[in-house]
């Protein structure tokens, strides 16, 4: 497997646009996490699904950010409209879940590093 | 006022002394704690995960210890190597949440040859 898979690496935006990020997650693997990190908050979980639901979106900084999952083996971060305090690498990891007695390795992505300019 | 961004405490010590990072935890209910590497441009690495019940667990070349009186954790990595130089972190979370991770601070560790 390749791995979780992100998309694009590097945006550039200018304040206003809108951004989607994509993430691919590993095959068979039941949860998907979106993080955050910045050198002020280091990394925060925003949001993460269970079998493509979301589960727990209580890290979502405000109603700017939204992500779905439509199948197991998609998931966007959208945020619309984009401001320069949005600028960080933002990392998707996914993980087998504890059901199966694997439950702390998330393996995470590559990231992508927003720039909103 | 101008907002400034966060130093990461770093540790810098000579190729093959052992290494010791420190990290406290807040949440005395976790089940696990775990220690990723984060090296420059690439996401975090799982290194190795410790259960709430346990004390001690061995990994190659590292050893992660846990006290749960003072809420401590600590990564040991024996023989340090160049290629450890990293950001560490450690993490927290529970066994019925898939590994949602609540991160720490981090450690820039530093290799000297």
């Known amino acids: 497997d390749a791995g979780v898979i992100q998309s694009p690496r590097h945006e550039v935006t200018e304040m206003g646009q809108e951004v989607t990020l994509r993430c691919k997650p590993i095959?068979?693997?039941?949860?998907l996490f979106w993080y955050r990190q910045t050198m002020m908050r280091g990394l925060e979980l925003l949001i993460y699904f269970n079998n493509n639901v979301p589960i727990d979106d209580s890290g979502m900084p405000e109603d700017r950010f939204s992500a779905k999952m439509p199948n197991a083996s998609f998931s966007t971060l959208k945020i619309q409209p984009s401001e320069p305090r949005d600028s960080a690498v933002y990392f998707c990891?996914?993980?087998?879940?504890?059901?199966?007695?694997?439950?702390?390795?998330?393996?995470f992505g590559q990231g992508t590093r927003l720039t909103v300019v | 006022g101008e907002s400034v961004g966060l130093h990461l405490p770093t540790l810098s010590v000579q190729e093959g002394d052992n290494s010791i990072i420190n990290c406290a935890y807040s949440n005395s209910a976790s089940d696990y704690f775990i220690w990723y590497k984060q090296e420059s441009g690439k996401g975090p690495q799982f290194i190795i995960d410790i259960r709430s019940n346990m004390d001690k667990r061995q990994g190659q070349r590292v050893t992660v210890l846990l006290n749960k009186t003072v809420k401590h954790l600590s990564l040991q990595i024996a023989a340090t190597q160049p290629g450890d130089s990293a950001v560490y972190f450690c993490?927290?979370?529970?066994?019925?949440?898939?590994?949602?991770?609540?991160f720490g601070q981090g450690t820039e560790l530093s290799v000297k040859p």
């Open positions: 993490a927290e979370t529970y066994y019925n949440q898939g590994g949602k991770l609540i």
């Open positions: 095959s068979g693997h039941d949860y």
């Open positions: 990891a996914s993980s087998e879940g504890g059901s199966r007695g694997r439950g702390t390795e998330a393996f």
